[in-house]
Nanobody, 123 residues
Framework: VQLVESGGGLVQPGGSLRLSCAAS??????????MGWYRQAPGKQRELVAD???????NYADSVKGRFTISRDNAKNTGFLQMNSLKPEDKAVYYC????????????????WGQGTLVTVSS
């Protein structure tokens, strides 16, 4: 299973961005379980921003509650992070991850990370 993020960029404080995370797998069926968004700012550890179960239950870091919204489209195997009221401290590389079941001759259970997308908040 591979994840590809998109939607990062430069935005002014108070602005909005929407990140997307599309999952795919070559030659095998798969199903995603929990999907999450993490971020890593320069010199800091990677931290959880938000995650969402396949049933739609979500969890947010205190620093983004009320400003960010996580969602997913299970039919399209895609996750989203809507980021509003962005602050300079939100600047980071944002990573998507997902727990998955991969169906081959057996069922493989794993976790995969995307390559990251940079979000810069600056005037």
């Amino acid at each position: 299973v591979q994840l590809v993020e998109s939607g990062g960029g430069l935005v002014q404080p108070g602005g909005s961005l929407r990140l997307s995370c599309a999952a795919s797998a070559s030659g095998s069926g798969f199903r995603l379980n929990t999907m999450g968004w993490y971020r890593q700012a320069p010199g800091k550890q990677r931290e959880l921003v938000a995650d969402i179960t396949s049933g739609g239950s979500s969890n947010y870091a205190d620093s983004v509650k009320g400003r960010f919204t996580i969602s997913r489209d299970n039919a399209k195997n895609t996750g989203f992070l809507q980021m509003n009221s962005l602050k300079p401290e939100d600047k980071a590389v944002y990573y998507c991850n997902a727990d998955y079941y991969l169906f081959n001759d057996t069922v493989e259970v794993g976790r995969v990370w995307g390559q990251g997308t940079l979000v810069t908040v600056s005037s």
